[in-house]
T-cell receptor, first 114, second 112 residues
């Protein structure tokens, strides 16, 4: 079964304490991305990756880092979290190949920064 | 960049009735339009999509229609059931762009 897994699913942390949210997919797809979801603002893309070692900024990249050292994993790193990064985060993968546009989301990670 | 808007923000329907959610987009070069359903506590789930070379697509009780001239596309849910209650997001992908632009979502409530 094709899956996107995220860990942890819930996280409460304090301002300034570095954290990493992991994302893994089992379909060997090139394209992965991270979104945050906030009430009234919908889904906003943070970063995306077209392939291993290829990453680029989305709409709201400030305060976040990503890495793509292997195809299956795309971790989201918050070096110094702040309360305005309290949000619901989703990782997504997109099917590969010419004309393949379908994008599938993970189950989400709810982050609270106090 | 592409701007996607959804209307209405909240829609309440009686069980068994039809629900229609409309999205407008700004970039006439957009060529892919998916709809996602998000249930409470879950990630968005792709339920149907349409490409710009097609005017309508159906899958059981759901359908999507696309009007390229007016730059809008709509999700139609027939014979609504309580399990259709969710937030629905539309999105558009401009041609040559790897990113989806999302609308802000519609809350659909099906009243038993």
């Amino acid at each position: 079964e094709a899956q996107v897994t995220q860990n942890p699913r819930y996280l409460i942390t304090v301002t300034g304490k570095k954290l990493t949210v992991t994302c893994s997919q089992n379909m060997n797809h090139e394209y992965m991305s991270w979104y945050r979801q906030d009430p009234g603002l919908g889904l906003r893309q943070i970063y995306y990756s077209m392939n291993v070692e290829v990453t680029d900024k989305g709409d709201v990249p400030e305060g976040y880092k990503v890495s793509r050292k292997e195809k299956r994993n795309f971790p989201l790193i918050l070096e110094s979290p702040s309360p305005n990064q309290t949000s619901l985060y989703f990782c997504a993968r997109r099917t590969s190949g010419f004309g393949a546009y379908e994008q599938y989301f993970g189950p989400g990670t709810r982050l609270t920064v106090t | 960049g592409e701007n996607v808007e959804q209307h209405p923000s909240t829609l309440s329907v009686q069980e068994g009735d039809s629900a229609v959610i409309k999205c407008t987009y700004s970039d006439s070069a957009s060529n892919y339009f998916p709809w996602y359903k998000q249930e409470l506590g879950k990630g968005p789930q792709l339920i149907i999509d349409i490409r710009s070379n097609v005017g309508e697509k159906k899958d059981q009780r759901i359908a999507v229609t696309l009007n390229k001239t007016a730059k809008h596309f709509s999700l139609h849910i027939t014979e609504t059931q309580p399990e259709d209650s969710a937030v629905y997001f539309c999105a558009a992908r401009p041609y040559g762009n790897n990113r989806l632009a999302f609308g802000k979502g519609n809350q659909v409530v099906v009243i038993p």
